[in-house]
């Protein structure tokens, strides 16, 4: 994470099964990366990614501390390893639907159910991921289905850039408002009731129409969780016919391709 001796340190982790393994002369080892990094997900996935610490992990395996870092260097390391781990468990390699649509679909619904079972990875940041096979693995299912609706070029990564960032953040939201839950023991609904006050008391209709008519017409009656997946499946619609507006698959000429 923080790209201290990256390639000759992570990579190698990163990308271990894609290195034919050696068979080392002596004493076979008690433990496997595979083992470390699977560890480090079932304690954060029951606990909450603070609590995977080396030290936890090497209780969990029952093991030195210190043997850890024989298999995984850092602990900043491990967090890597695990991100990718379940970005692989998606599947996203296998076959796919024919529609574009359809494989934006299941790449969406793959994306929150990976962070329904690892909620931990919305406190993880995602600005520098690690460089492994998960990672890349979403990144060539996108752009696979957006290539063939003939933007142009430029567009293309923009385009799978913008579904993507969008996919993601909601499904982050949505881990954030579970841990949340599991932290407080209130669920995001029960939070705003219990600050009912603010709208009897410190809400000044005049200061605010837009929302006091939306309010009154009850365009608030659904609950926050379902009004911000609402909004998801709205936004996500119109930035998926947007992309095939600007192709012209939609019976509209595309826009000038000059235009960058």
Known sequence: MDGTDFTGRILPLLWRRSIPARKAAGRPPRLTVDAVVAAGIRIADAEGIEAASMARL???????TMTLYTYVPSRDDLVDLMVDEVFVERGLHGPRPEDWREQIRSYADRTFAMYRAHPWLARVSQ??????????????????????LGLPTAQVSRAATAISGWVVAAARQEA???????????SSDEWWLQRGELWEKWFDVEAHPAMTALWNAGGFDRGADEQARDAYEYGLGLLLDGIERSSGSLGFPPPDSSVQ
């Open 176 to 186: 954030e408002s579970t841990l949340l839950r599991r932290a407080t023991g209130l």
């Open 58 to 64: 090497g209780a969990e395996l029952s093991v030195a």
């Open 127 to 148: 600005l520098r991921p690690p460089i492994g096979p998960g990672m890349l693995a979403e990144q060539e299912y996108v752009l696979a289905a957006v290539s063939g």
